[in-house]
């Protein structure tokens, strides 16, 4: 039989907490081991976890952190608690809850069930959204959900629960993963693929208490957070194509117009060079934090790669769009369709080969 961990992870709780750590305590056949991590919670807030530790079960662990620091912080103290003990059974994975009361017992069964037949798996628990669903928690979701699929081409229902099964092979390498709050928990989704591990979902249903007002899930500072590497990479990715756009505009202009594959090409060359500068300067430094080994000559190559793909394009672009339309603006516009589309190609590049961060899986 494979053994888990339970970790909770807990900002100023309420009695669910304490319902919640009785009743997995109270588990047959027990579980191995109970952390729960005070993420900084206030000083009204601490009776709850003294309560806990009046439960004086050997299995239950409290770790603190003396102020708040997110709930991937939560998370990452949990996953180095775990790693370092050497007197717990080798445990297949580790299960997080929230303790908002959110996830009940019934729910993390059917996901260690599912977890003991995958073990290999990131096992996560899929609310049903369906009635009345707080608006903060289906917007959430809806853009999440949406982000995942085009980023991964992977299809995840719910990306936001947390309830979750973490391989154990999968912990120090989630521990890599920068980000301390909402968006770590949303990055362990998006490196998953990457990290040969395979994401299976098990249908849980979905209880809010109170309109879901526990929540510590900060619609637009938490949503910006989540999405920021993407963000980043477009502001990069817009900087350097105005100065792309710009440059290839200029030379057309030096070289009389001409719409010939050699001038576009040229002028391709000449402005993707510039650009290129300062677009790899921002993404190694910015975007992607100084991940990855031997980016420059791998960046380089697909430089080479998306110029002559951009001026190939470009020009062949410029030929369909002559049929209807005869401009001297006629490059810049196919320019523009064209790049964009390479945009998107050299994202999932950049992200999954030049600077792909190292896998600690053993």
């Known amino acids: 039989m494979l053994n888990f961990g339970i970790l909770i992870p807990a900002l100023n709780p309420d009695a669910q907490l304490l319902q919640l750590v009785r009743q997995l305590l109270a588990q047959q056949p027990a579980l191995a081991s109970i952390v729960v991590v005070d993420d900084g919670s206030d000083a009204k807030h601490q009776a709850i976890f003294e309560q806990l530790q009046h439960l004086d079960d050997s299995r239950l662990h409290l770790l603190r952190h003396a102020q708040n620091q997110g709930k991937g912080a939560a998370l990452k103290t949990g996953f180095r608690y775990y790693l370092q003990q050497t007197d717990l059974p080798a445990l297949a994975g580790i299960a997080t809850m929230d303790a908002d009361g959110q996830h009940t017992v019934a729910a993390l069964e059917k996901c260690l069930h599912l977890a003991t037949q995958r073990p290999d798996d990131l ?10 669903i707080p608006w ?28 979750r099964v973490i391989p154990w092979t999968y912990l120090t390498t989630a521990l890599t ?5 909402f968006e770590f928990e ?4 998006l490196e998953a693929k990457k990290h040969h591990v395979t994401i299976s979902e098990q249908p849980i249903p979905t209880i809010y208490l109170d309109g879901n007002a526990s929540s510590h899930f900060r619609v637009v500072r938490d949503s910006l957070a989540i999405y920021a590497r993407f963000f980043k990479f477009a502001a990069s990715g817009l900087a350097s194509f105005v100065i792309d756009i710009g440059l290839f505009s200029l030379f057309m202009l030096l070289l009389g117009q001409q719409q010939s594959l050699a001038v576009i090409m040229g002028a391709t060359v000449l402005a993707r060079l510039a650009s290129a500068v300062v677009n790899y300067q921002i993404n190694r430094h910015v975007v992607f934090e100084n991940a990855g080994e031997r980016t420059l000559w791998k960046y380089g190559l697909l430089l080479v790669l998306q110029t002559l793909a951009s001026g190939y394009l470009t020009h062949g672009l410029t030929e369909l769009l002559s ?37 600690h899986v053993k």
């Open 123 to 132: 096992i996560i628990g899929a609310r049903q959204f369906t009635g009345d």
């Open 323 to 359: 049929i209807v339309w005869q401009s001297a603006l006629t490059p810049t516009v196919a320019k523009l369709v064209g790049d964009f589309c390479l945009f998107l190609l050299s994202y999932y590049l950049q992200k999954n080969f030049i600077f792909k961060r190292r896998s």
């Open 136 to 163: 903060r928690s289906r917007f959430g979701n809806i853009l999440t959900d949406n982000l995942v699929r085009v980023l991964t081409h992977q299809t995840i229902s719910d990306t936001q629960t947390g309830l």
């Open 177 to 181: 993963f920068p980000g301390e709050r």
């Open 186 to 189: 949303f990055d362990m989704l």
